[in-house]
């Protein structure tokens, strides 16, 4: 798998399905988004629609271009549409079970030689690649959101993966244009076993009341030089997934620090994911 166009399969609509469909697609791979209803694939579709056209009105790309990349774009209900596919990037909901359910449909539908990918944040991608008949076909591709701004991926290798499915994942991710760094399978890999620590800990300040959710996002930013402030980048990640990958982290390391703090899981709790339902630990239009 060098440069040529391959057959990109992504399975899940939300944040990460639409941006890395977007990715993928502006690369010159042709994208099947695999979705539950044809609302959210719409959902989807849409967000690469906006990406693109917000890339022709600052020219960095010609209408023609947005055309192509758009035509380069599907959608399918049924597992079955993706047999073709050389790459599935599983983005369901950052939740072991239902990730193994995926998992074992695409074991089901897969083409031999396929690369099976996940991007989850922090689950064990090992327990996913052993939920198939194909261990050594699994590993985990993670991309950071928003997938078409962040240039990191980590390519997340277990014991059990071939070492030349890494080295074809890899060389489809800098294809992208995105930077790969291969890391072991171990919970949160590089980045979110060190930022998830910072920004739970920045929920616990916000929540003793140390400063104001606003201060305590520009204190970071001024005093550290961080691009986004904590608390947003909470929201940005959406709530539900941080608690997620939180609780991953507390079982995996035995650290009751991980664990995340109340007003994470009551904002869960009341539906205010972060800025995918407008509101979180701030609120969006
Ligand atoms: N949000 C981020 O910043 C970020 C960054 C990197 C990786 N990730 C990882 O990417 C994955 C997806 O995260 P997201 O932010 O796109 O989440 P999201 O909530 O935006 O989307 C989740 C998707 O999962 C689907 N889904 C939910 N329950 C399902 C079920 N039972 N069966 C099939 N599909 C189901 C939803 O319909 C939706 O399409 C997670 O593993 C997450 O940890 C997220």
Request: glycine share 8%; aromatic share 4%; proline share 3%.
């Amino acid at each position: 798998m060098g440069t040529e166009s391959l057959n990109i399969a992504v399975v899940g609509s939300g944040i990460m399905g639409g941006g890395i469909a977007d990715v993928a697609a502006t690369a010159g791979h042709n994208v099947v988004i695999k979705a539950r209803s044809a609302q959210s694939a719409a959902g989807a579709v849409a967000v690469v629609q906006k990406s693109v056209d917000r890339r022709v009105s600052k020219e960095r790309i010609t209408a023609d271009d947005a055309e192509a990349i758009m035509s380069r774009v599907g959608w399918t209900m049924s597992f079955d549409d993706l047999s073709e596919a050389d790459i599935v990037i599983e983005t369901v909901a950052e939740d072991m079970a239902i990730k193994r359910e995926v998992f074992a449909e695409l074991d089901r539908v897969c083409k031999a030689g396929a690369i099976i990918a996940t991007n989850t944040s922090t689950l064990s991608v090992t327990e996913l690649a052993l939920a198939t008949g194909r261990p050594t076909q699994v590993l985990g591709i993670h991309f950071f959101n928003p997938a078409n701004v962040m240039e990191l991926v980590e390519i997340v290798v277990p014991d059990v993966t071939d070492a030349a499915i890494a080295e074809a994942a890899t060389q489809f991710v800098a294809g992208c244009g995105k930077q790969p760094v291969t890391v072991l399978d171990r919970a949160g890999f590089v980045v979110n076993a060190l930022l998830f620590p910072y920004l739970n800990n920045a929920a616990r300040m916000a929540e003793a009341g140390t400063a104001s959710r606003e201060d305590i996002d520009i204190a970071m930013k001024g005093g550290c030089n961080f691009p986004m402030g904590p608390l947003a980048l909470l929201d940005l990640v959406g709530l539900d997934t941080s608690v997620s990958i939180l609780r991953t982290l507390a079982e995996k390391f035995g650290d009751s620090n991980y664990e995340p703090v109340p007003l994470l899981c009551d904002l869960v709790a009341a539906g205010h994911l972060g800025r995918k339902t407008g509101q979180g630990l701030f609120t969006y239009d």
